[in-house]
Structures are given as C-alpha cells and as structure tokens.
C-alpha cells in the first residue's frame, strides 16, 4: 500500500482513506533541533554573548538537516514503517527580526523539505512548537522580542529566578529535566497569562503598534501571521496542501501561565526541581528582592522538598528599565497586586478571578477555547480543508471538570483531531524504566487515588495494563473525533548507557524493553501517533542538543558500530522496539493487536463491517522476519511481498477474523 493512497478524512474515531477503510498512522517528530536556530549554531548547552547578541539575527535554514540529506533520512523514515512526520516549527524560526518581519528564506527551505517528504510517500501535520515560551526562558518557540515588548529583560532572567536556562546555567548545575519547572517561573508564567489574558490580567499594557489593541490580541495576531505566512507559501505552491500537510497543530504544549491560581502565596505548578519560588516569592526575586526558596529534587514518585536557601539577585531586575533610564517596574505589580515598597502581597487570588466583574474564570472555557477557535478560523483562511489538531495543555490535566477538551464550537467540526501527549513520567524524570514498578500517572493527575502510593503498579502486567489504560484515557478524551498522539518515547540514556565509555558500542538494551512497553500499549489502543524524535544531529555527547535531552530514535554516533550489512538501519535505537508489524488500513473496526517482540509472534483481530469483504494492510518489516513469514487466518487469502515489507489479507465477507504470524 503506497502512503500517498492515505487520503486522511474524518469518520468518527478513525482517520479514514478514500475507501473508506480505518487508517492507522504512526511516525515521528521531525525533529528535536527544530527548537534551534543553525546559525549560529547554538545548542542549549552553549553560553556566552552569541546567545543574546544574535537574538533577532538567526537563521533556522537546514532545521532539520540540509536538504542534501533528506534522501537519506526519509529512506531511513520509510524502511522502519512510518508514514506521518510531525513537522516542528517555531514562531522564532518564522519571525525572529522583529513583528511583521518574516524569514522567507526559512519558509521556502521548509517548503522544499516537505516536497521531498511527498516523494517518499509522508502525511505530515505541522507542529507550531515551543515548551515554556522560548530559548530566553528555558526552552524554545516565542522569539525574544515578545519577551522584550512586554517589559521582560532577557540577559536578566536567570540571575533573577524568572527562568532557568541552560545556556546561562554553571557547568554542571543544571538539574536533569529543570526545565519543565520554568512554566511556573516569572517570566514563562507572564507570557502565558499574557497570551491567554492579557486582556483580562494586563489591560494596562497595550499592543506597541496600536494602543486600541491589548497586548493580548498583538501576541495572538502575530503568532497566526507568522504560522499563516507558512502557510499561504504552502498553499500557494500547490501539490502539497491535503496531499502531504494534512492539517496544523494548535501550539504544542501550551500553558495557563498564572490563570486560575487561587493564592500567589502558595505553588502552583506540577514540577517542582531545583529553586522552587512561589508565584509571589517570583515577583519579589523579579524585583530584585531576596527571598529563602524552597529547594527539590526528583524522587521515585515525582520531586520532594530536600531544602532552602536565600535566592538573592543582588538588586537585578527582571524588568526592562523606562525608556528614560528609571528602574524597570513590575507588570504585577503595576495592576495592584503586589505593592514593591512594602513587598506584600495584596491580591493574592488576582488571577482566579476576573479583575473588573470579579467572577471565577475558567482558563479552558474563557481563554484557551476562544484561541483554538480563532486559530482553526485562522488557518482555515490559508487551508481551507486543514484537519486542526487541537492540543491541551502540557500535562493534559483536567482541572476543570465538565470542561471538554474539544471546544464546542468545534465539536460537530469532522475535520477536528485530538493530539494529546504521553510519557511515562518516572521512565521521563529518571531517565531510567523499572520493569517491575510504575505509577499512573494520568491518573493522579486527574485525582483518581486519594493516597499517591495507590497509583503505584507492580509487575510486568500491571504496568502493561496501566500504559494501555493511560493511553485509552487520552483518546477517549477526543469524544467522536480522531486521536494522534503527539508525542511520546523514552529517554535513550539510561544508566547503562551512560556508563558506556566514550567511543565505544552501546547497546541500549534497557532503552529497547522500555520503549516495548510503550509501543504495545499504542499497539493496543489502536492510536495514531508521533514518536519524540528523530533529531538528525543528535550525538553521545549533547544528545538532542537540548536542555540535556536525549530521545532521538537514531544517531550518527551510533553507525560506525553497526554491523556492516545494516544499511539504512545503522545508528537505529530501540529499532527492535519501535519498528514493528501493524496494520495500516483495515476495512471495518479493529479488535487486537498484540506484537510479542523478543519471539515474532504478531496477532491481530478485526470486525470488518462490509458485507462484501475486503483488504487489510500490513507492515511486516525485515527486522524482525529476515526470512520471511508464517500466516495463519480462519478465513480469506494472504498476499506477502517482503521486499516491500508488506503483506495484504484479503476477507471474504463482514464477520470476525483473527490472524497469526510468525517467523519463518
């Protein structure tokens, strides 16, 4: 079955071809580096000057690898079975100049990128990306003059506690997944309220290029511009929209900031690692004022306090100084809610409530939903068929019950998708997976167990059972609409992979039962899904070259250790794991699919809803049946072209029908 024969359309629960048939997509994000600008190249663990300096002057031409490479990657893509490319882009890499200022030079590398995608057959979404805001806050996505137009100084944002960067961090005084920890830090928690409320939280602070407009509305109308320029150049260069792009990601991980906190006196977020000041104790080291901060590291079911310290930023400020050279002044503080010459706290619930009417708010009724029905209009304005992947926040927590993930302007919409997250986070946080422990974490993030020690799951079984479980919550959360996925993977540096010496052949055994687990759990819950990632640069040393992550499926440093017939499969990791028999496309409702790695043993049953029969699609790869296969079915013909690595069954009629396979 040819990729390009994949014409997703909407059919309740499933993507569905052009022939009606269910079609099961799976693939990668493409890639890690894409956060990055190349040039200059500067990787999250690279400090000095050039990180500031060339703030506005980058180029993220050849994110995420030159265009005489894609021939390689996407062969390589192809041959493990993938056939949907998550494309990450950030708003910086489309408009870092300056409002209004976009890189075409960008925009048309991507374009061609994505014709070469076409040649190899890829469905791709598009993936406006970030985490916590931006490089200047810890992570990537906004460019910095959003930071700069709303009164936040980038050079001071770390010696003030408003963020956590790895680039300015000491050698070796970064925290494994700290990161995370910044979209409860002043200047990430700022730009979200602002993003989202600006409107309601902010009305003192006014777009730059029009008093009449809140800064709220200037931040949102130049993100859509920024993803609209894009996309019109792809609309415009014909071949591609609904061929190859099939739709567009909301914004990935987005964040309420500071919306809904009840009391600024207390912590708010979900990760506490490191410096942990509150939302108050952050405005205060934003000012310049010291303050004892509570101080935690992980532990097996998540962070825990191990102690404090005085966090003092010397008088800096995270506040631009007036164009007049005075001190810079809070934005909070500026809206009443905290006083600086007292230093208390005087709206401790300021943003659980609306300022001016003093009603409750809703951060996802009054604030996310209205922009993911603005951006579906948006985009729709540059592609009109887009499918709209609606993603929720980063930890796709409920904290509103009753609240629907899918807007209900949107709801009747059958050109909507759901792309939640999922990780298992002890295997994220520790870097490390225990076979015989694991925890619900979906489920203590919705208040499932009133003790944490119960979300707690023992033996190869259970932790089996609570992944798929996890993964069947975040679909069915879609109601009548697809799910994809997003993200979702495991570290590639355990601790037995760590201690590998330098230059020498690592296995990654531990990483590949890990991942297993994962892949069965999809397997299961017949999702569709992206993989987090595939990074081109990735290396032994720096990993993803980003905030000390590392994830990728595959890496350069790997070939030189491949055995010598390898072929497209060397520098693969976790290959037995992630490259895997499954069906692409099945003419009615799919029932099981099991995949027993360590013996080759695939069963897969399906209801097939057509009175006269019909075609399911497989993917049989070489890695696991170099010499072919054995197939048994109750009933129909099979069709097996190895070569291809695809395999075709044929059902005489509607009914139930189980297939086995096997190695030959």
């Known amino acids: 079955m040819h990729y390009s024969s994949l014409c997703a359309v909407l059919a309740g629960r499933y993507l569905t071809g052009a022939d009606g048939r269910a079609v099961f997509l799976r693939g990668v994000n493409l890639s890690g580096n894409a956060k990055l600008p190349f040039s200059p190249h ?10 500031f300096d060339s703030a506005k002057d980058v180029s993220f031409v050849n994110r995420p690898f030159p265009l005489e490479e894609a021939d390689e990657h996407f062969s390589r893509l192809r041959s493990w079975g993938f056939n949907l490319l998550r494309f990450c882009v950030t708003w910086e890499a489309l408009e870092h100049e300056g409002p209004g200022k976009f890189d075409y030079a960008f925009i048309d590398y991507v374009v061609a990128v994505l014709l070469k995608a076409k040649e190899y057959g890829f469905k791709v979404f598009m993936d406006p990306h970030q985490d916590v805001w931006s490089r200047f806050t810890g992570g990537s996505g906004a460019p910095a003059w959003t930071l700069e137009l709303a009164g936040l100084d980038i050079r001071s944002l770390a010696k003030t506690g408003a963020a956590v960067v790895h ?19 002043l200047a990430c928690a700022t730009m979200f309220t602002l993003f989202y409320g600006g409107s309601t939280f902010a009305p003192l602070l006014r777009s730059p290029e029009d008093p009449e407009k809140s800064f709220q509305d200037f931040l949102q109308d130049h993100y859509c511009a920024a993803i609209g320029a894009l996309a019109q150049r792809i609309h415009d260069h014909g071949g591609l929209e609904d061929e190859v792009v099939l739709g567009w990601d909301t914004l990935n991980e987005p964040d309420n900031g500071w919306i809904g906190t009840k009391d600024l006196n207390l912590f708010s977020g979900v990760s506490r690692i490191g410096d942990s000041p509150t939302p108050f104790q952050g405005l205060l080291l934003g000012s310049g004022i010291a303050v004892d901060v509570e101080i935690h590291a992980l532990w097996p079911l998540g962070t825990r306090k191990v102690g404090a310290r005085l966090f003092d930023p010397n008088g800096a400020s995270a506040w631009l100084p007036g164009s007049d050279g005075s001190p810079g002044k809070c934005l909070w503080a500026r809206h009443g809610v905290w006083d600086i010459e007292t230093k208390k706290l005087l709206k401790p619930d300021y943003f659980a409530k609306d300022p001016q009417s003093g009603k409750p708010v809703s951060f996802m009724q009054d604030f996310w939903s209205p922009f993911v029905v603005k951006f579906a209009k948006f985009i729709r304005a540059h592609h009109p068929n887009a499918l709209v992947f609606i993603e929720p926040c980063g930890a796709d927590s409920p904290t509103e019950p009753g609240v629907p993930y899918i807007p209900p302007e949107l709801d009747s919409d059958n050109r909507i998708v759901f792309s939640p997250h999922w990780y298992d986070g002890l295997t994220l946080l520790n870097k490390s997976f225990n076979p015989w422990f694991s925890a619900d974490f979906v489920g203590l993030e919705r208040g499932k167990y009133s003790f944490d020690l119960l979300a707690m799951k023992i033996g190869t079984k259970g932790i089996r059972k609570t992944f798929y479980e996890q993964i069947c919550i975040k679909r069915d959360d879609a109601g009548n609409h697809p799910t994809v996925i997003g993200e979702t993977g495991i570290p590639m540096d355990f601790p037995s992979t760590r201690k590998t010496p330098p230059g020498a052949k690592r296995t990654y055994s531990d990483e590949t039962n890990a991942l297993d687990f994962t892949m069965r759990a999809l397997d299961g819950a017949f999702v569709n899904f992206t993989l987090w990632n595939y990074t081109p640069t990735n290396s032994h040393a720096y990993g993803d070259e980003w905030n000390g992550e590392d994830l990728s499926i595959w890496s350069r440093d790997d070939v030189a250790h491949a055995p010598a ?10 290959l037995q794991a992630f490259c895997r028999p499954h069906a692409r496309a099945v003419p009615g409702v799919p029932i099981a699919m099991v995949f027993e790695m360590n013996t080759g043993e695939f069963v897969f049953e399906f209801e097939c809803t057509s009175e006269t029969g019909g075609v399911v699609d497989f993917y049989v790869p070489k890695v696991h049946y170099p010499n072919g296969v054995n197939v048994k079915v109750g009933s129909g013909s099979v069709e097996i072209a190895m070569d291809a690595q695809e395999m075709r069954w044929n059902v005489p009629q509607k009914g139930t029908y189980k297939l086995k396979m096997v190695k030959k």
Request: net charge negative.
């Open 42 to 51: 500067c990787p999250s663990h690279v400090g000095g000057d050039v990180f």
């Open 565 to 574: 017939d390898s072929g497209l499969n060397a520098g693969a990791r976790g």
């Open 167 to 185: 680039n300015t961090a000491e050698k070796d005084a970064y925290p494994r997944m700290v990161w995370g920890t910044n979209y409860d830090k």
